[in-house]
């Protein structure tokens, strides 16, 4: 079946660092993936996401690329806020009725 | 526009109590879902629906029922509690099609005693 692997962290970073959140994945198909967010007491956002190989998705100055012959999908941004603090789910849909399967997340943890 | 509400937002039930969640979305979504958060665990789903009247099992089904007897809104209900159902559920929408983007709603936070 379909698996996506991150690891939970905590990440801490200092402000205007550089954010790295790896993503692995397994899938039949040609899933699509996502990076989602989670804000304290809140519910997932959409990030970003990418359809197809090769496919950058941006949002907010992250950004991540689907790279299909290493199934990785990481996460980046140059300079992290304090105001990023937050835990990212990396997920893929594929299989149809757009079921999507989410990995752990990873907390990230912005220190002034 | 609210998006996607859930109502309550906090629950305490004692072991055997039954209790209904709700979800409502006001975006004219077909689809809708229902996941629990665990820690170390991601999210999970329980249920999904793909439209009015329609709905079908996901990873964890076991002890849950759900109705979807109006588009704009999507049931979960619990007829006997379990400890191990304690957790924060969320519900999600899309639109369909090839629509992939889910929309969460805030959650609920259930404890089972």
């Known amino acids: 079946g379909n698996s996506v692997t991150q690891m939970e962290g905590p990440v801490t970073l200092s402000e205007e660092a550089f954010l790295t959140i790896n993503c692995t994945y397994t899938?039949?198909?040609?899933?699509?993936l996502f990076w989602y967010v989670q804000y304290p007491g809140e519910g997932l956002q959409l990030l970003l996401k990418a359809t197809k190989a090769d496919d950058k998705g941006s949002n907010k100055g992250f950004e991540a690329t689907y790279r299909k012959e290493t199934t990785s999908f990481h996460l980046e941004k140059g300079s992290v806020q304090v105001s990023d603090s937050a835990v990212y789910f990396c997920a893929l849909s594929s299989g149809g009725y757009q079921k999507v399967t989410f990995g752990i997340g990873t907390k990230l943890q912005v220190i002034p | 526009n609210a998006g996607v509400t859930q109502t309550p937002k906090f629950r305490v039930l004692k072991t055997g109590q039954s209790m209904t969640l709700l979800c409502a979305q006001d975006?004219?979504?077909?689809?809708m879902y229902w996941y629990r958060q665990d820690p170390g665990m991601g999210l999970r789903l329980i249920h999904y629906?793909?439209?009015?009247?329609?709905?079908a099992k996901g990873e964890v089904p076991d002890g849950y029922n759900v109705s979807r007897l109006k588009k704009q809104n999507f049931l979960l209900g619990l007829e006997s509690a379990a400890p191990s159902q304690t957790s924060v559920y969320f519900c999600?929408?899309?639109?369909?099609?090839?629509?992939?983007?889910?929309?969460f709603g805030p959650g609920t936070r259930l404890l089972v005693l």
């Open positions: 629906s793909v439209g009015e009247g329609t709905t």
């Open positions: 975006m004219n979504h077909e689809y």
């Open positions: 899938a039949t198909g040609y899933p699509s």
């Open positions: 999600a929408s899309s639109l369909g099609a090839d629509q992939e983007t889910q929309y």
